[in-house]
């Protein structure tokens, strides 16, 4: 029974994923409908794969917004056909995504970056401030995967440094790059989802949210110098120990640069492609980037002349990692549901009402002073930053804001950084504790609050000068 399940999980998913992308360019009323069916089947098919416990989240959205529907005018089955169509381009998106892994995995590209950069991280800070700007680079390529495959790299590096003081510095580098890299990177689902919903401007979005995080980076950098004071050792001393023991067994200078340099062309034929694609037809941005990734992804085993290597990568996926992301395909689909429920009654002018209604008892408060505490809350509840960025900005799309919308994404983004930072029951930080052993709370809250409020405070100085400005 749990074969034809996996089986149906699997053949749903591909399905819905490949019709997805035949009804954005033919757009017919019958393919709908079954495309709308097979985001049922995904979510009947991923539920029957899992216990109640591990499925609740996704079951939890799914009751509330069916119970939404049967209260608010309209058909209820009218209302699931919108909703399993709702999150379709974020289902094509988190489907398509994880190939380039594939060809992040198939050199050791982090090993030669590294070796090659050995001189720039000969001191703490420096090396602190590389892993945050590897971490974010990799973050376009891996997402939250670049956490457990950074940390894995720095051991091999690091390998007797296990004590609490370098898993502070280990730990709060990889998790502050990535929770920055959710303001600009162009790959990062809630990123994009943030502003395609706001409908604000791309090249804005990622020049101010690229901008801050560098503060952000700065900052961090910084409060890893007060850490190592607190913590009372030399870790520069014990990090170039380590670096001159790894450099006697690397790779020869000229296939260190060879890697580099074809690092660096996939980085720029990628992102490239897309930013060209999007700024020369103003196509779809949920459109254009995973169709940019399946064909970039195709070409590059092609010109490596690696079919073989391809077709083993497509069946692993298809057989193990496709699965696994079902639960976050389910929530995705379930609050597709939700927001279309919620879309069909007045809760976004009651959002509306309440917010004049604070700013009345609060003349200095405005909402995006605000903004970034829902989407905390809701990390603290366990939602990862893609369900809550869907959530709240499926809702605020709605909502008629007297800000510039790239604001808005700026104040929701921010929200998503404190939440990864400091949540202990999101994907992040999840990932995270299981590669350093350490729990959540220390990972999360201990090792990060104070640089959380600092952010948070730093955000809210640019966003309201911008407003009055």
Not at 49 to 61: A, E, G, M, N
Not at 375 to 401: D, H, R, S, Y
Request: some cysteine; aromatic content about 14%.
């Amino acid at each position: 029974m749990q074969s034809v399940i996996k089986w149906g999980l699997r053949i749903s998913i591909i399905s819905y994923t490949l019709l997805h992308f035949v009804t954005t360019f033919l757009e017919v009323e019958p393919l709908l409908s079954i495309l709308a069916v097979l985001g049922f089947l995904i979510l009947l098919f991923a539920g029957l794969s899992k216990t109640l416990r591990q499925f609740k989240l996704p079951l939890f959205l799914f009751a509330a917004g069916l119970i939404i529907l049967f209260f608010a005018e309209g058909s209820v089955w009218k209302g699931l056909y919108g909703g399993f169509l709702q999150m379709r381009s974020i289902v094509g998106l988190l489907v398509i995504v994880p190939m380039i892994s594939w060809v992040l995995r198939e050199e050791p590209y982090i090993e030669d970056i590294m070796g090659m950069a050995h001189r720039f991280l000969n001191t703490s800070r420096k090396f602190y401030l590389g892993m945050m700007s590897l971490t974010q680079i990799f973050s376009y390529f891996l997402l939250f995967g670049a956490i457990p495959m950074m940390y894995q790299f720095i051991n091999q590096i690091l390998k007797k440094k296990r004590n609490e003081a370098w898993e502070n510095f280990k730990g709060t580098a990889l998790l502050r790059a990535f929770a920055l890299s959710t303001m600009w990177v162009i790959s990062i689902p809630s990123f994009i989802f943030a502003v395609e919903t706001m409908n604000a401007s791309l090249w804005i979005c990622i020049l101010q949210g690229f901008l801050i995080a560098i503060c952000g980076i700065m900052i961090a950098v910084l409060f890893s110098y007060f850490q190592e004071k607190h913590y009372g050792v030399n870790l520069t001393y014990e990090l170039q120990q380590e670096i001159d023991e790894v450099l006697r067994h690397a790779d020869p200078l000229e296939e260190r640069k060879r890697k580099v340099i074809e690092f660096v062309v996939l980085f720029l034929s990628l992102f490239g492609s897309i930013f060209i694609i999007h700024g020369l037809f103003s196509a779809d941005l949920m459109i254009v980037i995973p169709l940019t990734i399946l064909v970039w992804t195709c070409l590059y085993y092609a010109v490596k002349n690696k079919p073989r290597k391809f077709a083993k990568e497509a069946k692993i996926y298809f057989q193990t990692s496709l699965a696994n992301q079902s639960y976050q395909l389910s929530i995705m689909l379930a609050a597709g549901v939700l927001i279309f429920a919620l879309n069909q009654t007045n809760f976004a002018t009651k959002v509306v009402d309440g917010v004049y209604a604070l700013q009345e008892l609060l003349p200095f408060i405005n909402f995006l002073y605000l903004l970034p505490f829902i989407v905390i809350l809701l990390g603290f509840l366990g939602m990862g930053p893609l369900t809550v960025m869907v959530l709240v900005a499926g809702i605020l799309e709605n909502i008629a804001l007297p800000y510039p919308p790239e604001l808005i994404v700026l104040a929701v983004t921010s929200g998503s950084v404190i939440s990864i930072l400091i949540s202990p029951l999101i994907m992040p930080v999840i990932m995270l504790s299981a590669s350093n052993g350490l729990n959540g709370f220390k990972n999360g809250i201990r090792f990060n609050i104070k640089y959380a409020i600092v952010f948070y405070i730093m955000v809210q100085i640019y966003v309201q000068t911008m407003i009055h400005l």
